[in-house]
Protein backbone atom coordinates (compact mmCIF):
# COMPACT_ATOMS: atom_id res chain seq x y z
CA UNK A 1 0.00 0.00 0.00
CA UNK A 2 0.91 3.05 -1.01
CA UNK A 3 1.83 5.15 2.14
CA UNK A 4 3.78 8.06 4.31
CA UNK A 5 4.86 6.45 7.13
CA UNK A 6 5.56 8.90 10.44
CA UNK A 7 7.13 7.65 13.54
CA UNK A 8 5.99 8.23 16.61
CA UNK A 9 2.47 9.46 16.62
CA UNK A 10 2.72 10.77 19.83
CA UNK A 11 5.60 12.11 21.60
CA UNK A 12 6.45 13.79 25.07
CA UNK A 13 9.49 15.28 25.85
CA UNK A 14 12.00 17.59 28.00
CA UNK A 15 13.55 20.96 26.84
CA UNK A 16 17.02 20.24 25.50
CA UNK A 17 17.02 16.43 24.57
CA UNK A 18 17.54 15.48 21.02
CA UNK A 19 15.03 14.17 19.43
CA UNK A 20 14.27 12.93 15.61
CA UNK A 21 10.90 12.19 14.06
CA UNK A 22 11.20 10.11 11.18
CA UNK A 23 9.17 9.81 7.69
CA UNK A 24 9.78 7.09 5.43
CA UNK A 25 7.72 6.74 2.15
CA UNK A 26 7.25 4.15 -0.18
CA UNK A 27 6.33 5.56 -4.16
CA UNK A 28 10.03 6.74 -4.98
CA UNK A 29 8.95 10.51 -4.58
CA UNK A 30 11.32 12.84 -5.38
CA UNK A 31 9.80 15.78 -3.24
CA UNK A 32 9.69 15.69 0.86
CA UNK A 33 8.84 18.13 3.11
CA UNK A 34 7.55 18.72 7.03
CA UNK A 35 5.34 21.08 8.25
CA UNK A 36 3.93 22.01 11.55
CA UNK A 37 0.28 22.59 12.02
CA UNK A 38 -0.60 25.06 14.98
CA UNK A 39 -4.02 26.16 16.13
CA UNK A 40 -4.66 29.75 14.03
CA UNK A 41 -1.13 29.84 12.17
CA UNK A 42 -2.21 26.98 9.53
CA UNK A 43 0.32 24.62 8.01
CA UNK A 44 3.77 26.08 7.85
CA UNK A 45 6.53 24.48 6.11
CA UNK A 46 9.77 23.59 8.01
CA UNK A 47 12.16 22.57 5.19
CA UNK A 48 12.10 20.72 1.81
CA UNK A 49 13.44 18.17 -0.75
CA UNK A 50 13.71 18.21 -3.90
CA UNK A 51 15.57 15.12 -4.19
CA UNK A 52 18.68 13.17 -2.43
CA UNK A 53 21.00 15.38 -0.65
CA UNK A 54 19.20 18.17 -1.78
CA UNK A 55 17.06 20.18 0.93
CA UNK A 56 15.43 24.27 1.80
CA UNK A 57 14.55 25.99 4.27
CA UNK A 58 11.03 26.83 4.48
CA UNK A 59 9.32 29.61 6.08
CA UNK A 60 10.10 28.32 9.66
CA UNK A 61 13.19 26.72 9.58
CA UNK A 62 14.81 27.50 12.69
CA UNK A 63 15.35 24.82 15.46
CA UNK A 64 15.27 21.95 13.00
CA UNK A 65 17.81 20.05 11.11
CA UNK A 66 17.08 17.31 8.07
CA UNK A 67 18.75 15.40 5.89
CA UNK A 68 17.61 13.15 2.92
CA UNK A 69 20.81 10.73 2.54
CA UNK A 70 18.12 8.18 0.94
CA UNK A 71 14.94 8.73 -1.38
CA UNK A 72 12.46 7.06 0.90
CA UNK A 73 13.72 8.61 4.41
CA UNK A 74 13.39 12.35 5.35
CA UNK A 75 14.22 12.77 9.14
CA UNK A 76 13.21 15.88 11.19
CA UNK A 77 15.81 16.24 14.04
CA UNK A 78 15.40 18.56 16.94
CA UNK A 79 18.50 19.24 18.26
CA UNK A 80 17.44 20.96 21.29
CA UNK A 81 14.02 21.09 21.60
CA UNK A 82 11.92 24.26 23.32
CA UNK A 83 8.44 24.48 24.86
CA UNK A 84 8.14 26.72 21.36
CA UNK A 85 8.47 23.58 19.21
CA UNK A 86 5.21 21.99 21.19
CA UNK A 87 2.77 21.21 17.67
CA UNK A 88 1.56 18.83 15.46
CA UNK A 89 3.76 17.70 12.69
CA UNK A 90 3.32 16.81 9.01
CA UNK A 91 5.89 14.40 6.70
CA UNK A 92 4.53 14.90 2.84
CA UNK A 93 5.67 13.22 -0.27
CA UNK A 94 5.02 13.90 -4.13
CA UNK A 95 6.65 12.98 -7.38
CA UNK A 96 7.82 16.55 -7.62
CA UNK A 97 6.91 20.08 -5.83
CA UNK A 98 3.87 20.75 -8.31
CA UNK A 99 2.69 17.34 -7.95
CA UNK A 100 -0.29 15.38 -5.62
CA UNK A 101 1.05 15.34 -1.85
CA UNK A 102 0.57 12.07 0.44
CA UNK A 103 0.55 13.09 4.01
CA UNK A 104 1.69 11.06 6.66
CA UNK A 105 -0.26 10.74 9.80
CA UNK A 106 1.21 13.37 11.80
CA UNK A 107 3.30 13.28 15.18
CA UNK A 108 1.63 15.26 18.01
CA UNK A 109 4.65 16.29 20.27
CA UNK A 110 4.88 17.86 23.48
CA UNK A 111 8.40 19.57 25.05
CA UNK A 112 8.12 20.17 28.26
CA UNK B 1 7.56 34.63 -3.44
CA UNK B 2 4.56 31.96 -4.09
CA UNK B 3 1.96 32.67 -1.96
CA UNK B 4 -2.05 32.01 -0.98
CA UNK B 5 -4.60 33.69 0.82
CA UNK B 6 -7.81 32.20 1.41
CA UNK B 7 -10.70 33.30 3.90
CA UNK B 8 -10.03 32.42 7.47
CA UNK B 9 -13.37 31.24 8.63
CA UNK B 10 -14.71 29.72 10.87
CA UNK B 11 -17.44 29.12 8.30
CA UNK B 12 -20.46 27.35 9.67
CA UNK B 13 -23.77 26.38 7.73
CA UNK B 14 -26.65 24.53 7.48
CA UNK B 15 -26.96 21.19 5.43
CA UNK B 16 -28.22 21.49 2.15
CA UNK B 17 -26.75 24.99 1.74
CA UNK B 18 -24.35 26.59 -1.19
CA UNK B 19 -20.65 26.72 0.39
CA UNK B 20 -17.43 29.11 -1.27
CA UNK B 21 -14.35 29.03 0.12
CA UNK B 22 -12.40 31.63 -1.55
CA UNK B 23 -8.98 31.44 -2.16
CA UNK B 24 -6.45 33.67 -4.17
CA UNK B 25 -2.60 32.90 -5.01
CA UNK B 26 0.48 34.96 -6.20
CA UNK B 27 3.07 33.07 -8.07
CA UNK B 28 5.16 33.42 -10.96
CA UNK B 29 4.77 31.23 -14.14
CA UNK B 30 1.90 28.32 -14.55
CA UNK B 31 1.54 26.53 -10.58
CA UNK B 32 -0.44 23.85 -10.55
CA UNK B 33 -3.62 24.39 -8.02
CA UNK B 34 -4.92 22.54 -5.12
CA UNK B 35 -7.39 22.03 -2.41
CA UNK B 36 -6.59 19.50 0.33
CA UNK B 37 -8.98 18.72 3.24
CA UNK B 38 -8.19 17.91 6.44
CA UNK B 39 -11.06 16.13 8.77
CA UNK B 40 -10.80 15.68 12.88
CA UNK B 41 -7.90 13.91 14.29
CA UNK B 42 -6.38 13.21 10.49
CA UNK B 43 -3.68 13.87 8.14
CA UNK B 44 -4.26 16.12 4.91
CA UNK B 45 -5.78 14.47 2.05
CA UNK B 46 -6.18 15.57 -1.54
CA UNK B 47 -9.75 16.91 -2.81
CA UNK B 48 -9.52 18.41 -6.03
CA UNK B 49 -6.78 20.00 -8.24
CA UNK B 50 -6.44 21.67 -11.36
CA UNK B 51 -2.79 22.47 -13.52
CA UNK B 52 -3.70 24.66 -16.03
CA UNK B 53 -6.01 27.53 -16.25
CA UNK B 54 -9.50 27.35 -16.59
CA UNK B 55 -9.23 23.42 -15.76
CA UNK B 56 -12.14 22.59 -13.56
CA UNK B 57 -11.36 20.31 -10.66
CA UNK B 58 -14.22 18.00 -8.77
CA UNK B 59 -14.10 15.49 -6.72
CA UNK B 60 -17.47 14.11 -4.15
CA UNK B 61 -19.60 17.61 -5.21
CA UNK B 62 -16.63 19.80 -4.44
CA UNK B 63 -15.56 22.13 -7.69
CA UNK B 64 -13.15 24.61 -8.08
CA UNK B 65 -11.79 26.17 -11.42
CA UNK B 66 -8.37 27.50 -12.03
CA UNK B 67 -8.90 31.54 -12.76
CA UNK B 68 -5.75 32.62 -14.36
CA UNK B 69 -6.99 36.62 -15.04
CA UNK B 70 -8.36 36.63 -11.53
CA UNK B 71 -5.74 34.52 -9.82
CA UNK B 72 -8.17 32.74 -7.99
CA UNK B 73 -9.22 29.08 -7.23
CA UNK B 74 -12.59 29.06 -5.39
CA UNK B 75 -14.22 26.05 -3.69
CA UNK B 76 -17.66 25.09 -4.38
CA UNK B 77 -20.11 22.67 -3.10
CA UNK B 78 -24.01 23.31 -4.27
CA UNK B 79 -25.11 21.45 -1.12
CA UNK B 80 -23.27 20.37 1.97
CA UNK B 81 -23.35 17.71 4.49
CA UNK B 82 -22.34 17.35 7.91
CA UNK B 83 -19.82 15.03 6.93
CA UNK B 84 -18.23 18.32 4.92
CA UNK B 85 -17.24 19.51 8.40
CA UNK B 86 -13.19 19.55 8.00
CA UNK B 87 -10.47 21.96 7.67
CA UNK B 88 -10.31 23.16 3.88
CA UNK B 89 -6.98 24.26 2.53
CA UNK B 90 -5.62 25.97 -0.70
CA UNK B 91 -2.44 25.07 -1.97
CA UNK B 92 -0.55 26.03 -4.88
CA UNK B 93 2.43 23.53 -6.34
CA UNK B 94 5.38 25.06 -8.13
CA UNK B 95 8.73 23.96 -7.64
CA UNK B 96 7.57 23.94 -3.89
CA UNK B 97 4.04 23.48 -1.79
CA UNK B 98 2.88 26.60 -0.18
CA UNK B 99 -0.23 26.22 1.62
CA UNK B 100 -3.15 28.76 2.58
CA UNK B 101 -3.69 29.47 6.41
CA UNK B 102 -7.14 26.98 5.90
CA UNK B 103 -10.65 27.14 6.57
CA UNK B 104 -12.30 25.64 9.43
CA UNK B 105 -16.22 24.82 7.80
CA UNK B 106 -18.95 23.16 10.58
CA UNK B 107 -22.15 22.02 8.90
CA UNK B 108 -25.05 22.17 11.32
CA UNK B 109 -27.88 19.31 10.99
Known amino acids: EAQVTQNPRYLITVTGKKLTVTCSQNMNHEYMSWYRQDPGLGLRQIYY???????DKGDVPEGYKVSRKEKRNFPLILESPSPNQTSLYFC???????????FGSGTQLSVL | GNSVTQMEGPVTLSEEAFLTINCTYTATGYPSLFWYVQYPGEGLQLLLK?????DKGSNKGFEATYRKETTSFHLEKGSVQVSDSAVYFCALGRQNFVFGPGTRLSVLP
Open chain 1, 49 to 55: SMNVEVT
Open chain 1, 92 to 102: ASGPRGNEKLF
Open chain 2, 50 to 54: ATKAD
